[in-house]
């Protein structure tokens, strides 16, 4: 399969613990964006790599959330101090470099988080 | 004001018939414009992009209204395996795109 890969795909976890999110995304594709999703609500961004580099980050992403692309290949997602608040489906999606207009992102098959 | 609406729905409809709903976005500066399709518990996947002369893919027919800043999405002769949230999504700038909650289509036998 050479899609955008997450694990886990379903987390459980206490609240106040922390837990980490891996994404894979597709082999050449340069941009690597992480959203959430709640029950009922459209994806929503948090944020989003060029190669290594975290270039925005959305204002829901707290203090608690942590975001890494190291090598610019995979990247995690760290939320510390797990609030159940925090309960969402975690997607990744990435992008191949801009060219021209297309600019389709290709999405992961998500992380479900529940925190109790 | 959310930046994008939808309509929920859901919207019931017969194999066969046509169905169609719309989104309305908030940010006039908005570029471009995509329906992706949801099914349930899984991933978004893009449907299809927006251009502003509207355009089909199939059954599919998209239309972007700049001026009134909506967006329409008309299925014609429905299937069974249309059923599925749609979402409507604006890209502001270059890498944020910003979703709608979802319309939510059942196309019954």
Known sequence: ?116 | RKEVEQDPGPFNVPEGATVAFNCTYSNSASQSFFWYRQDCRKEPKLLMSVYSSGNEDGRFTAQLNRASQYISLLIRDSKLSDSATYLCVVNLNDYKLSFGAGTTVTVRA
């Open chain 1, 1 to 116: 399969d050479t899609g955008v890969s997450q694990d886990p795909r379903h987390k459980i976890t206490k609240r106040g613990q922390n837990v980490t999110f891996r994404c894979d995304p597709i082999s050449e594709h340069n941009r690597l964006y992480w959203y959430r999703q709640t029950l009922g609500q459209g994806p929503e961004f948090l944020t989003y790599f060029q190669n290594e580099a975290q270039l925005e980050k959305s204002r829901l992403l707290s203090d608690r959330f942590s975001a890494e692309r190291p090598k610019g290949s995979f990247s995690t997602l760290e939320i510390q101090r797990t609030e159940q608040g925090d309960s969402a489906m975690y997607l990744c999606a990435s992008r191949q470099p801009l060219a021209g207009t297309y600019n389709e992102q290709f999405f992961g098959p998500g992380t479900r988080l529940t925190v109790l």
